[in-house]
């Protein structure tokens, strides 16, 4: 869990969206069962289960697509939506 400890700290100080997905690719690929598991559940906030029959390029493709989605996309749609606190209007 160190491990996973890192990516999160690397996570929160990567400012560029292609660097983040290239650390999770990287993460996923290199850990092994179940640690992998326990990793994407708790980034996601939902349990995964992988199974023989999912080939493991189409779960690939959905686990980098749901968290580009979680890391990216959410935060950065909710912080577009807050009104600015200052004005620079006089």
Do not use: C, W
């Not at 290239?22 to 690929?29: A, K, M, V």
């Not at 992988?50 to 890391?71: G, K």
């Amino acid at each position: 869990m160190n491990r996973f400890a890192e990516l999160l700290d690397r996570l929160a100080y990567e400012p560029g969206r292609n660097n983040k997905l290239r650390l999770l690719t990287n993460y996923f690929r290199t850990v092994e069962d179940p640690d992998r598991g326990y990793a994407l559940a708790a980034v996601t906030g939902f349990p995964v289960v992988f199974s023989a029959d999912v080939p493991i390029a189409l779960v690939s493709f959905l686990v980098i697509t749901v968290l580009a989605v979680a890391i990216v996309a959410i935060p950065g749609h909710l912080a577009s939506r807050v009104r600015p606190a200052i004005s620079f209007q006089e």
